[in-house]
């Protein structure tokens, strides 16, 4: 193995405890069958505040839905994906972590929050993002053109019609809604169950961290149900949790995610209010040089995570 920053393993090893922890299979069920029970509950609450406003429960979001049925899906998604994702990981972690003992591990340990990251180190994860995009983009114009199944091809042209009605912004409540709904649930959520619980137990059964990283990023990619997208979201998992594993911190890849699907909301909102000539709800052709200057910049911030976690 090569002797520098990104691939000497043995600098950062995988931060488990030599304390007992539960068994690497137990904590994975629970946290599927909290994710289905609590967005059961997320579902129920959604139907009875419907119910109570009289809306109704089958409104599916187009592109020219109405501000009123756009508000009805945020609610919708907020609920669900708090539940789901924000409620579901922190019981998970608090029932397993929770440190009642002295040879128990407590919940902040686990999850590394204790330590405020460095604003350097919140500077180049959020650069780590930024230079990713075209990769991102060309990764996306690949995996379109994959063969996929029909079934596939209609949930992915459903969910992107869902999407374009929710991106339609009328005013800065609905922009602050969506930053909270697209952004900052999914960045807390999100990190919580597939970094904070999937890989910190994957890298407990697996020996090498770049194999725990890249399974927990296409469970991460999976999760989502968009097969049309599932290698950019495969690309971006991977440096979300590169970027828990190497800082030790989980406030890192939450900043991280939150400027990601963050400047894509607020993007949208600047073109359809004239401020800006890139429309992100269409597909954006990247050229493959453009793309090799990415997954080079890519490297390049890598490496000064990787020196700066050495201080």
Same mark, same amino acid.
């Given at each position: &193995?090569?002797?520098?920053?990104?691939?000497?393993?043995?600098?950062?090893?995988?931060?488990? #405890? !030599?304390?007992?922890?539960?068994?690497?299979?137990?904590?994975?069920?629970?946290?599927?069958?909290? &994710?289905?029970?609590?967005?059961?509950?997320?579902?129920?609450?959604?139907?009875?505040?419907?119910?109570?406003?009289?809306?109704?429960?089958?409104? =599916?979001?187009?592109?020219?839905?109405? &501000?009123?049925?756009?508000?009805?899906?945020?609610?919708?998604?907020?609920?669900?994906?708090?539940?789901?994702?924000?409620? =579901?990981?922190?019981?998970? +972690?608090?029932?397993?972590?929770?440190?009642?003992?002295?040879?128990?591990?407590? $919940?902040?340990?686990?999850?590394?929050?204790?330590?405020? /990251?460095?604003?350097?180190?919140?500077?180049?994860? +959020?650069?780590?993002?930024?230079?990713?995009? #075209?990769?991102?983009?060309?990764?996306?114009?690949?995996?379109?053109?994959? #063969?996929?199944?029909?079934?596939?091809?209609? =949930?992915?042209?459903?969910?992107?019609?869902?999407?374009?009605?929710?991106?339609?912004?009328?005013?800065? =409540?609905?922009? *602050?809604?969506?930053?909270?709904?697209?952004?900052?649930? /999914?960045? *807390?959520?999100?990190? *919580?169950?597939?970094?904070? +619980?999937?890989?910190?137990?994957?890298?407990?059964?697996?020996?090498?961290?770049?194999?725990?990283?890249?399974?927990?990023?296409?469970?991460?990619?999976?999760?989502?149900?968009?097969?049309?997208?599932?290698?950019?979201? +495969?690309?971006?998992?991977?440096?979300?949790?590169?970027?828990? $594993?190497?800082?030790?911190?989980?406030?890192?890849?939450?900043?991280?995610?939150?400027?990601?699907?963050?400047?894509?909301?607020?993007?949208?909102?600047?073109?359809?209010?004239?401020? !800006?000539?890139?429309?992100?709800?269409?597909?954006?052709?990247? /050229?493959?040089?453009?793309?090799?200057?990415?997954?080079?910049?890519?490297?390049?911030?890598?490496?000064?995570?990787?020196?700066?976690?050495?201080?």
């Amino acid at each position: &193995m090569q002797d520098n920053d990104l691939l000497n393993e043995q600098d950062f090893p995988p931060s488990t #405890p !030599s304390l007992p922890e539960p068994r690497v299979r137990l904590v994975l069920l629970a946290q599927i069958g909290l &994710m289905i029970f609590c967005s059961g509950i997320g579902v129920l609450l959604y139907y009875f505040i419907c119910t109570l406003a009289g809306w109704d429960v089958s409104t =599916a979001l187009s592109a020219d839905s109405p &501000m009123a049925e756009r508000w009805q899906v945020r609610l919708q998604l907020g609920l669900t994906h708090m539940f789901g994702f924000l409620v =579901a990981g922190s019981v998970t +972690v608090w029932v397993f972590y929770r440190g009642i003992t002295q040879s128990a591990m407590s $919940w902040p340990d686990y999850l590394q929050t204790r330590r405020w /990251p460095r604003w350097t180190e919140l500077f180049l994860g +959020v650069l780590l993002m930024g230079v990713s995009l #075209p990769l991102v983009l060309y990764s996306l114009s690949i995996n379109q053109q994959l #063969p996929l199944p029909e079934l596939f091809k209609e =949930a992915s042209a459903q969910a992107e019609e869902a999407l374009k009605g929710l991106l339609h912004m009328d005013n800065g =409540a609905e922009l *602050l809604a969506n930053i909270v709904i697209i952004a900052l649930l /999914p960045a *807390l959520g999100e990190e *919580l169950v597939f970094r904070g +619980v999937i890989q910190q137990q994957l890298m407990r059964r697996i020996a090498n961290p770049w194999v725990a990283i890249l399974v927990s990023a296409l469970v991460f990619s999976a999760a989502h149900f968009q097969f049309e997208g599932f290698l950019p979201r +495969v690309l971006l998992g991977f440096l979300l949790g590169w970027l828990y $594993w190497r800082t030790r911190n989980f406030w890192v890849p939450v900043v991280g995610h939150f400027f990601n699907n963050g400047i894509q909301v607020f993007g949208q909102y600047l073109y359809g209010k004239e401020m !800006s000539a890139i429309d992100l709800e269409k597909d954006i052709q990247v /050229p493959w040089e453009f793309a090799a200057i990415s997954a080079f910049m890519i490297w390049a911030v890598m490496r000064l995570i990787g020196q700066l976690s050495k201080n």
